[in-house]
């Protein structure tokens, strides 16, 4: 029988929840779903849905960002929320969605309002705030007590949310990310000739680290190894001061020539695979790990801080290390430690990116994501 879904994403990039997202359509339209995809605005995400089957509709909704837990902010955002309700109704009942999947607590209105017009909703969880004060954490959570059902990407994140309120334990479930590897793995190179080469892929935002990868490179010139460094991604809208600060951060350690922006790019695997160690130094929470997992899936070491759902991304991983998130003195110890022992981790990579194949393999991730959200329409009728 055929169902339809309207799944409430709340941004048109591509990067991590953004990817996940389509490979739930992949699961959805793979059995004949209908799908629908609201999204705020246009961007990059929009053709890669329609490419996999889904239709694409644009409707304000409000997202939650930190700036929302200010007084001005959190005005500003019941403004967004007031004019988005009609088009919001509209779009349910238009729809006719037999379940509204609402991907990442940051757009919280779909839950509410989804229940009140008596329509299944689940949230798949992306996010994990361990580290803001508890009332925050429980008012960020709060939303999810609208949803029938919460899917959450790893262990970690289900701890976060049962510490803000113990009944979301009973009704999520964790489901690891599928994640897509290269069409064809490639081994690092076989002599560490000449620079090392750093790969840092993300978000260009102080929780992400970018600063930090910069850091290392300073510390390990200083020490005599030459690095390079590369960065893969950009800044959200209205944070291009931050990217500024990295770009003179750059600058005043005479990195120039050393350190290289490529902005936002859609396909990650051409630079993965011509980098030698990738980096993942964030400096908050994270609730998984994408990126440290494409890097083992793509056969390359991988060091990350140590913390949250990057410790269960690279758990089991030889080529993976894991350190203190703001301890340079660890960062380039690792780094150093692949150099020496090269051989060991190119070939302890190789095995890896076998194993990753088969842990996140999309198929076994859209087969369960789709029997959760088809069991919730069945135990709803």
Known sequence: ?????????????????????????????????????????????????????????????PVLRKSALRPLGMLKMLGEALRSLPPSVKLIRSTKADLVYVSTLTIPLWMPLSRLMRRP??????????????????????????????????????S??????????????????????????????ADLTGAIRLLFVGRLAPRKGPQVAIDLVRELVGQGVDTELDLVGAVFPGYEWFEDELRAQVADHQLT????????????????????????????DEPFGNTAVEAVLAARPVVVSSSSGLDEAVAGYECAQRVSADDLAQWSAAI??????????????????????TRHAPALYQQRVEHRLAALIKNKN
């Open 336 to 357: 150093n430690t692949v150099a020496d022992d090269w051989p060991h981790y190119r070939d302890a990579a190789v095995r890896d990116a076998e194993t990753a194949r």
């Open 160 to 189: 976060v949310l049962t510490d803000s309120f113990r009944s979301l334990g009973r009704k999520s479930e964790v489901i690891y990310n599928g994640v897509p590897g290269p069409d064809t793995v490639s081994r690092g190179r």
């Open 257 to 284: 020539e050393k350190v290289r922006f490529h902005g936002f790019v859609d396909d990650v695997w051409p630079h993965i695979s011509a980098a030698d160690v990738v980096v993942v130094p964030s400096q908050g």
């Open 121 to 158: 909703v689940v949230c798949h969880v992306h996010e994990s705030e361990r580290n803001v004060p508890r009332p925050i954490r429980r008012a960020l959570a709060m939303p999810l007590l609208f949803a029938h059902a919460l899917i959450v990407n790893s262990k970690f994140s289900q």
């Open 1 to 61: 029988m055929e169902r339809s879904i309207l799944i409430a994403h709340p941004s048109a990039d591509l990067y991590g929840s953004d990817r996940v997202m389509l490979e739930t359509i992949e699961a959805l339209r793979y059995r004949d779903w209908q799908v629908t995809v609201t999204l705020p605005a246009p961007g990059p995400l929009v053709p890669e849905i329609e490419r996999r089957g889904g239709r694409v509709t644009f409707c304000p909704a």
